[in-house]
């Protein structure tokens, strides 16, 4: 079946299973592989990508559910050879380690910082809202805490709504 969506800003096109993964269509027909496989049962939130604006697990998104839609990966928050600015803070906070989780986070967290999700927020009231925000996220290497301090970084460096001053 010929699917066509939008991935990353750019009109794309793949003749595939409509049953297939949409992780297993970026990775291996779209050739993105920031997006990771770590699970697959939608658990641990690696393969976290945005589809039509909300966070979903692509590794429980049929590919034939995208037909015509928009999909956004860890690929496409940069723009124009700049880092959204939560990559920018995971790298600068020492919120990626062995990488695993990082796309998936880094998709979240701009998910939230872009749409202001803490914005207004205390810095108690922002931590907690953001562990409670990337909850569906599982890193084994952090701890958490330098993450949040990546988000909060991320959040104080743009104004909502500016898509990560890209």
């Known amino acids: 079946m010929k699917l066509a969506f939008e991935v990353n800003g750019e009109r794309r096109t793949v003749e595939t299973s409509p049953w297939k993964r949409l992780l297993d269509v970026l990775r291996e027909d779209l050739r993105l592989t920031g997006t990771k496989e770590g699970c697959g049962e939608g658990e641990c939130g690696a393969c ?87 909850a569906g996220n599982i890193c084994r290497c952090t701890g958490y805490q330098l993450i949040v301090d990546a988000v909060i970084a991320a959040a104080r460096e743009v104004a909502p709504g500016t898509e990560g001053a890209r």
């Open 48 to 134: 976290t990508v945005e589809l039509d604006g909300e966070v979903v697990n692509s590794c429980l998104v049929a590919a034939g559910q995208c037909d015509g839609r928009r999909i956004v990966t860890v690929e496409g928050l940069a723009r124009g050879g700049v880092l959204h600015a939560v990559q920018r803070q995971l790298v600068a906070c020492g919120g990626a380690q062995c990488g695993i989780c990082t796309p998936g986070i880094a998709v979240c967290a701009a998910h939230v910082v872009d749409r202001g999700l803490i914005a207004g927020c205390d810095d108690a009231t922002a931590r907690a809202k953001i562990r409670d925000l990337l």
